[in-house]
Structures are given as C-alpha cells and as structure tokens.
C-alpha cells in the first residue's frame, strides 16, 4: 500500500513513544526521528516532510522549532507535545501557529486520530486553494484580481525535494522509486545542476536505510590521499597533518548510504580501492593493518558519460559494470519546460518566506521568458534567477521582467513542438490539419493521465472545448 504521509517526530528521546511509532508505521505513514531541532532541521532541508510532532521538554526549544518551521516549512503540520503540568502561553503557540497540542503520556491511538486528521485537514485545504484557482483563473488569460496574462499551472508532484510536471520526471521518479527498494548500487548521471543530488537524498529516503545515516562526498578535484581518509578513514600519523583517527564516511554510513558525486574525476588508483569495497564490503583505513567491513549502499553521480569514458579507456569498465545496478539520467531543464512554472513558483514562494517579502505572484511576461530560455546552468541558474528577482522586487508586488536578467530577457521563443515520426493523414489541408490536432490531443491527454482540467489548460482551452474535440475525434482512454 503507498504511504499516506511522512511524519518526523522529534524528541530527545523519541524511543520513549513506541506505540505512537508502531501504529503510525503500521497505518502506512513513514515515519522519520530526530534528537535535536538541528537534526529536525537537516531531515527536513533533505526529506519531504508533511508533519512535524515535537516534544517540547519544557525548556521552550521544541515551541521555537516550531515557530521557525512557520516561516521555513509553511505547509508542514505543526504539532507540540507538552508535560502535564506545561502551561501554555496563548502568545507562543499563536506564534507557532500549531495545528493541536498533545498532553504526555501520549495515547498512540489518539496521535494516530490527530496525525489523520490533521492531513485530511490540510489535503481538504489544499484541494480549496486549487478550486479557488481555478474558477478565479481562467484558462487563458485572467489573474489575480483581474491582472491579464498570469496562468493557471498544472498542479506539481514531489519526490521528497524534486518538484516536477513534466512526464519525463514522473518517469525517472518511478524508477528512482522502485531502485530506492533495492540494495544495488545507483548511477545518476546528468548535466551540472539538474538536480542529481536531490534525487540521490529522495532514494535514500524512500529506501529501507532512511533510519541511518547519508553521507554526502564531493569526489571533484580531491588528492587520492584525501580521499581515501575521507572514505575509508585513517590511523593517527598515517600521514602528516593525520594527528587523529579517523572513522570514515563507509563506516560512518553503515547500514545507510554514500552518496559520492562528480565520480567522473577520481583517479584510476581510487577506482580500484571502491571497486573492490562495493565487492567485499571491505573498509581498510589508511595507515592500518586491519581491515573493517560494513554494509553500505552506495549511490554515485556523475556530469560525463561513465559509459563514454570506460569505452575511451578513461574510467574502469568492471567498476562502471559494478555501479551501474540501475542507471538513471536526469534531463536537463531546456528538454522539460513543462517544469519550469512549477519550480519558478516553488522557489519565489520559498525564498520570499526567507527574507519576509510578500510575493503575489509571476507576471506572464516573465512566464514566456522563462519557458524560453535554454537555461545552460539548469534548476541550479532558475532557482538563482527567482532568488535575485525576488531580492529586487518591492514588498507586495509581482515578479516582472524589470528584474529579470539581459539574457533570459533575450530569449527567444521555443519552436513549437511536433510529434516526432507522425505524418498528417488526408488529401486535402484540412484533413491534414485535423488530423494533426487529433494527434496532439491525445498526446497531451495521455500526458496528463486524462486529467481534462491540465490538458485543457496546456492545449489553451475551455473544458467545453476540449470535450468537444475528444467527442469530435472519437478519442477515448486507454488502460
């Protein structure tokens, strides 16, 4: 069954609520813990996270995370935990703006009662907002408060930090989840900031090992000798500058995941040194005689094509066999514009709540710019741009193209779209006409799973519209 909702509980000692935690788990929520606001803090910027339930302990530390989660995290749940005799200042919890607050000892039927409700609640409020959107919209042209131009975006998916539209990604994120589910190695590859390290952090947390550690290491431009002691750790006066043991991230991670990115740029000599770790699980520190074993998944990226390199002789070809368990590519964002509208409204909504700016909303001539532009740098130089716009933009106002940047500013428009291998049927123009929009309607419908509100949207036209084409076509879904 796929699990209704990832629920963080932070606690410094969150051993003390087995039965909260066995029945959330058993009721198909996955359910992460977290010692330390700071610990809450990191799960949180790693793992999409949809309630928070938090012990406040007394000390007020839990009231401020939650007061901090507000302004960071607006659409998390917000849940406090007190001692019997805690007294609740009305002040500080309007201040965390809590959705309930739960009276140790905790009853775990009752956590489970106000976790469900308290997401029904918010999926109810959700549902409202697109509702509200959508009748005040319209498909084409009207905004908010009648503004022209400003359209009405398909509704956006998540793999934990990965936000997307566009079919290619809810493809890649299908297969990222059923890999998450296994033990083997994983090979992201993809151009420079399209996300890979997003999608590395999403399967370790959709994997069996999202209880342990991930640890995170930048292969790019490191000496072998420094990264050996970061991996595989090192014995005090192994080498100079070595004034310590060191543990290592392998034996830190055990029983979690490494995540080792720019793989491309190790040496030959380190590419023997992993190989035979991802063969024997095998972990010898530098400097010592022993060796250690632990149990580690291990997902690495890369912005080359391995497959290109170990053809080339560059790159070991028994150590590419040995990561490639399954082998992902993340497009990059010019080859999936439908993603732009939904990551430019995710990252203005998330860095204006950084700051305290109000944003109303993205006027529609920045919409085409955007969608135009080839974006070389990819998610990385879109998040940056709506970071820069919404820095210069004036507190209540929309993001328009007097902060957008010389470059995006010259774009110019995309070609249209043509459905690769398809020759219009017919003698005459407009039957070949017709029979081109047939083909793209049904393209754009099954795009959507048959979701007519979305197509419409895409296609620029009325629901009515749009039932009449499928009528027109005889166009009809298939399982």
Same mark, same amino acid.
């Given at each position: 069954?796929?699990?209704?909702?990832?629920?963080?509980?932070?606690?410094?000692?969150?051993?003390?609520?087995?039965?909260?935690?066995?029945?959330?788990?058993?009721?198909?929520?996955?359910?992460?813990?977290?010692?330390?606001?700071?610990?809450?803090?990191?799960?949180?910027?790693?793992?999409?996270?949809?309630?928070?339930?938090?012990?406040?302990?007394?000390?007020?530390?839990?009231?401020?995370?939650?007061?901090?989660?507000?302004? /960071? *995290?607006?659409?998390?749940?917000? %849940?406090? &935990?007190?001692?019997?005799?805690?007294? !609740?200042?009305?002040? =500080?919890?309007? #201040?965390?703006?809590?959705?309930?607050?739960?009276?140790?000892?905790?009853?775990?039927?009752?956590?489970?009662?106000?976790?469900?409700?308290?997401?029904?609640?918010?999926?109810?409020?959700?549902?409202?907002?697109?509702?509200?959107?959508?009748?005040?919209?319209?498909?084409?042209?009207?905004?908010?408060?009648?503004?022209?131009?400003?359209?009405?975006?398909?509704? /956006? *998916?998540?793999?934990?930090?990965? %936000?997307? &539209?566009?079919?290619?990604?809810?493809? !890649?994120?299908?297969? =990222?989840?059923? #890999?998450?589910?296994?033990?083997?190695?994983?090979?992201?590859?993809?151009?420079?900031?399209?996300?890979?390290?997003?999608?590395?952090?999403?399967?370790?947390?959709?994997?069996?090992?999202?209880?342990?550690?991930?640890?995170?290491?930048?292969?790019?431009?490191?000496?072998?000798?420094?990264?050996?002691?970061?991996?595989?750790?090192?014995?005090?006066?192994?080498?100079?500058?070595?004034?310590?043991?060191?543990?290592?991230?392998?034996?830190?991670?055990?029983?979690?995941?490494?995540?080792?990115?720019?793989?491309?740029?190790?040496?030959?000599?380190?590419?023997?040194?992993?190989?035979?770790?991802?063969?024997?699980?095998?972990?010898?520190?530098?400097?010592?005689?022993?060796?250690?074993?632990?149990?580690?998944?291990?997902?690495?990226?890369?912005?080359?094509?391995?497959?290109?390199?170990?053809?080339?002789?560059?790159?070991?070809?028994?150590?590419?066999?040995?990561?490639?368990?399954?082998?992902?590519?993340?497009?990059?964002?010019?080859?999936?514009?439908?993603?732009?509208?939904?990551?430019?409204?995710?990252?203005?909504?998330?860095?204006?709540?950084?700051?305290?700016?109000?944003?109303?909303?993205?006027?529609?001539?920045?919409?085409?710019?955007?969608?135009?532009?080839?974006?070389?740098?990819?998610?990385?130089?879109?998040?940056?741009?709506?970071?820069?716009?919404?820095?210069?933009?004036?507190?209540?106002?929309?993001?328009?193209?007097?902060?957008?940047?010389?470059?995006?500013?010259?774009?110019?428009?995309?070609?249209?779209?043509?459905?690769?291998?398809?020759?219009?049927?017919?003698?005459?123009?407009?039957?070949?006409?017709?029979?081109?929009?047939?083909?793209?309607?049904?393209?754009?419908?099954?795009?959507?799973?048959?979701?007519?509100?979305?197509?419409?949207?895409?296609?620029?036209?009325?629901?009515?519209?749009?039932?009449?084409?499928?009528?027109?076509?005889?166009?009809?879904?298939?399982?």
């Amino acid at each position: 069954m796929e699990q209704l909702g990832t629920v963080l509980m932070v606690s410094k000692a969150p051993a003390a609520w087995p039965d909260a935690l066995d029945l959330l788990s058993s009721q198909y929520y996955r359910v992460l813990t977290a010692r330390s606001a700071d610990e809450a803090k990191a799960t949180l910027s790693d793992a999409h996270v949809d309630l928070v339930m938090v012990d406040d302990g007394g000390d007020g530390e839990g009231l401020s995370l939650l007061s901090d989660l507000r302004i /960071s *995290h607006p659409d998390v749940v917000r %849940i406090l &935990v007190v001692d019997p005799q805690y007294s !609740l200042a009305q002040k =500080a919890l309007s #201040a965390a703006s809590i959705y309930q607050f739960l009276r140790k000892p905790l009853d775990a039927v009752q956590v489970g009662l106000v976790v469900k409700r308290a997401l029904e609640t918010r999926e109810l409020a959700r549902r409202h907002r697109l509702l509200s959107r959508e009748f005040k919209f319209s498909g084409d042209s009207l905004g908010v408060d009648g503004r022209p131009g400003v359209p009405v975006h398909p509704e /956006s *998916h998540r793999f934990e930090k990965l %936000i997307y &539209v566009s079919e290619k990604m809810a493809q !890649l994120c299908d297969l =990222a989840r059923k #890999a998450a589910k296994t033990e083997m190695p994983i090979l992201i590859q993809g151009e420079t900031g399209t996300g890979k390290e997003l999608l590395a952090r999403g399967i370790h947390y959709n994997s069996n090992r999202h209880t342990s550690p991930l640890m995170i290491q930048n292969c790019g431009g490191m000496p072998d000798e420094l990264l050996q002691s970061e991996l595989f750790g090192h014995k005090r006066g192994a080498f100079t500058g070595a004034i310590s043991d060191r543990l290592g991230l392998f034996r830190a991670a055990d029983n979690g995941t490494v995540f080792l990115d720019e793989i491309s740029e190790v040496s030959p000599s380190f590419q023997v040194s992993l190989l035979r770790f991802l063969q024997e699980g095998e972990v010898k520190p530098v400097g010592s005689d022993k060796t250690e074993t632990c149990n580690v998944r291990v997902i690495v990226a890369s912005n080359r094509s391995l497959k290109a390199m170990a053809e080339a002789g560059k790159f070991r070809k028994d150590l590419y066999f040995r990561l490639r368990g399954s082998e992902l590519e993340v497009p990059p964002l010019r080859d999936r514009p439908d993603d732009i509208p939904a990551l430019a409204e995710f990252f203005a909504a998330k860095h204006s709540n950084a700051i305290g700016r109000k944003v109303l909303g993205i006027s529609a001539g920045v919409w085409e710019k955007l969608v135009h532009f080839d974006w070389p740098g990819n998610v990385r130089e879109l998040e940056n741009e709506i970071r820069r716009m919404v820095a210069l933009a004036k507190d209540g106002e929309y993001l328009t193209t007097d902060t957008l940047s010389p470059a995006i500013l010259a774009a110019a428009p995309r070609a249209p779209r043509v459905v690769k291998g398809f020759m219009p049927e017919g003698a005459t123009l407009k039957e070949k006409v017709e029979s081109l929009e047939k083909q793209l309607v049904g393209e754009v419908l099954s795009r959507h799973r048959w979701n007519q509100s979305r197509a419409a949207n895409e296609l620029g036209l009325s629901r009515v519209g749009l039932a009449n084409k499928i009528k027109r076509y005889g166009l009809a879904e298939t399982s």
